[in-house]
C-alpha cells in the first residue's frame, strides 16, 4: 500500500513535532504491511475533570493513526491528500493511568474514500473505544 514499505515509527514521530500529537504525547510504534499502531499517556494532558481519559483525546488518537495510514497508503502521495471526512467513536471503559493503544486496519482502501477501523486498548489489551474513521481522498 502507498509508502507504508517506506515508513518508519521514527519518520512519523518526527514529522508530528509540534503538533496536537506531540502535546499529547502521543508516539507512533509500530508500521505493519496493513497496520500502525501508537500510543498516548493517560495522565494530566488526557484526563477529563474526573480523573479518567477524555473521550476526545481517545478520538484525536483514533484519527491522527487513521489519518496517518490513510497517508501512508495513497497511491500517489505527491498528488493527492487523505482528509478526514467523519469519524465515530464508542467508549467502553474508563482508564486512570498508564497508557492505552490504538491499532488502525484497513476496511476499504478505494480511489476517492478510505474506511478504518481503529481498536483502543489498555496496557493489557482490555477495549477502552472503538472508532471508525471515513477518509476522503482528494487531488492537489
Known sequence: MGIFKEA???KLNDLEQA?????LGIEFIEIGADFITARM???HRTHQPFGILHGG???VLA????????FLA???????????????????????SGWVYGKATPLHLGRSTHIW??????????????SRLTMAIIDL
Open 8 to 10: 518508519t515509527a521514527d
Open 19 to 23: 503538533t496536537i500529537v506531540t502535546h
Open 41 to 43: 499517556p493517560v495522565d
Open 57 to 59: 483525546a481517545s478520538v
Open 63 to 70: 484519527e491522527t493513526i487513521g489519518s496517518t495510514a490513510s
Open 74 to 96: 495513497l497511491s500517489s502521495p505527491m498528488k493527492q491528500r487523505a482528509v478526514g471526512l467523519e469519524i465515530n467513536a464508542n467508549h467502553v471503559r474508563s482508564v486512570k
Open 117 to 130: 477501523d481503529i481498536k483502543i486498548t489498555t496496557e493489557d489489551d482490555k477495549l477502552v473505544c472503538a
